[in-house]
């Protein structure tokens, strides 16, 4: 008989998303030789690349360049939701079935903590990053004149709720500069005055793959705190594309989705605020598991940590499918990861130079770039008709971005140089004349 107590069960999804890239899988679309489908200028074929494609069937299905928007999760991770959603099914509402489900999220929690730099009592889970930001735009009692800064490269989760805002309470928005190469710590300096309530901007913009740095994140909270400005990072486009240490970054809150860069199942996210901001991040969101204790006779205490955000029902086999994504994740390791990424962006760097039509909106120097790659088309190309002929034509997926011009093209370790040579030679034929 099959082992359902909570030891056997978790012992079995965690041995799944611990043990990644091992097996082979059948590919639908022709690969090069291992050798030139990973091998970067100047260096040796990676075989954990090839092994790690082989768990994502997007990866050998197209050309993937849109993990800036969606990300293709390994087999190893749907494996794992499936089989917790399977055995919750087997008896939702009964007792020995919760003592295997309700450890999913604490466990979550904790490992998410590891992994980024924070305390477990920092970190709630969401899903979304929008979520995440919404936490914090209705975290002031907001006054006619209040003023938020963002910047010129929002998504518009990050734009959305400060109009909301403006409608509801009469609440300012001053915009600064995010493109590649200016002052970032200078522009929000000059943009603070004594109604400044809040700075939300991205850790990795979308629309041009710029980051704060760490150094420019320091410099950040330091000054933030001493004016009692909130700092929020919106940080969609972070864990898994660039290094994300959430006390480094030194930021009050930061919001993450799981479907992105980590390869997580859709409908994850993560909210992390600092210990020490939890009171002063008022809750607008409240429900069944915000509480600490309760009564019905008008008395409650939240709970202690950052879990106060969460309420309601929760979808336990995605977050188990997102704690086996970044299992997966890990044991190929990040340094690793972030490391082959970095490289890829400069090859589509040198690529791009090559090909003079072109130019390049996202930043070309190592440690203000990202894997969020922007080609600048010539004048007289679509970067929304571009996109549909390469998906339809090509198999190449890519996205347009805020610029009519700017093609992004996401670039994640399981990419390969050869694809990154495909995508651009669709591109110019695309585009020529």
């Known amino acids: 008989m099959q082992d359902l107590s909570r030891r056997g069960f978790l012992g079995r999804t965690i041995a799944a998303a611990a043990v990644p890239v091992l097996s082979l899988a059948p590919r639908s679309r022709p690969q090069a030789p291992l050798g030139r489908a990973t091998a970067l200028p100047g260096g040796p074929g990676e075989r954990w690349v090839e092994r790690a494609r082989a768990e994502i069937p997007a990866a050998t299905n197209y050309g993937y360049f849109q993990t800036a928007g969606i990300g293709p999760s390994p087999t190893p991770v749907l494996d794992v939701v499936s089989a917790v959603l399977h055995r919750q099914n087997r008896g939702p509402a009964a007792p020995e079935v919760a003592s295997v489900i309700s450890p999913i999220e604490p466990d979550l929690r ?13 970190v709630a889970l969401t899903h979304s990053t929008s979520e995440g930001l919404n936490i914090v735009s209705w975290a002031f009692n907001w006054k006619e004149g209040d003023e938020v800064v963002v910047t010129n490269q929002e998504h518009p989760s990050n734009v959305i709720p400060w109009y909301t805002l403006r409608d509801r ?21 000059a943009a603070l005055n004594a109604r400044t309530r809040l700075v ?18 320091a410099a950040l909270a330091d000054m933030l705190r001493k004016a009692g400005v909130y700092y929020h990072l919106d940080g969609a486009q972070g864990p898994g594309c660039v290094p994300f240490d959430f006390a480094a970054l030194g930021c009050d809150a930061y919001s993450t989705c ?45 709970l202690p940590s950052a879990a106060r955000f969460e309420f309601g ?7 188990a499918g997102f704690d086996a994504a970044v299992s997966w994740m890990e044991a190929i390791g990040f340094d690793r990861i972030h490391g082959r990424i970095d490289a890829l962006v400069e090859y589509a760097i040198e690529k791009a130079r090559s090909l003079r039509r072109f130019g390049i909106a996202s930043p070309v120097e190592a440690g203000a770039r990202s894997g969020v790659f922007v080609l600048r088309l010539p004048e007289d190309a679509d970067a929304g008709a571009l996109y549909h002929r390469l998906a339809g034509e090509k198999d190449i997926l890519a996205s347009p971005v805020r610029e009519a011009r700017d093609l992004r093209i996401a670039i994640h370790f399981f990419n390969t140089t050869d694809e990154i040579d495909e995508a651009f030679d669709a591109i110019e034929q695309f585009t020529r004349g």
């Open 169 to 189: 309470f009469g609440v300012r928005t001053r915009v600064v500069d995010f493109s590649a190469g200016t002052d970032l710590v200078g522009q929000i300096r």
């Open 313 to 319: 029902t929760r979808a336990h086999a995605d977050f």
């Open 110 to 122: 904790a490992h998410l903590a590891r992994a980024f730099g924070a305390r477990e009592n920092e």
């Open 258 to 302: 799981g479907h992105k860069w980590l390869l997580g199942p859709k409908g994850t996210g993560a909210f992390f605020v600092r210990e020490a901001m939890l009171e002063r991040t008022l809750m607008s969101w409240t429900g069944a598991h915000s509480h600490a204790t309760m009564d019905y006779e008008g008395g409650y205490t939240l």
């Open 200 to 217: 939300s901007i991205p850790h990795v913009s979308r629309n041009n793959g710029r980051r704060v740095t760490a150094d420019e994140s």
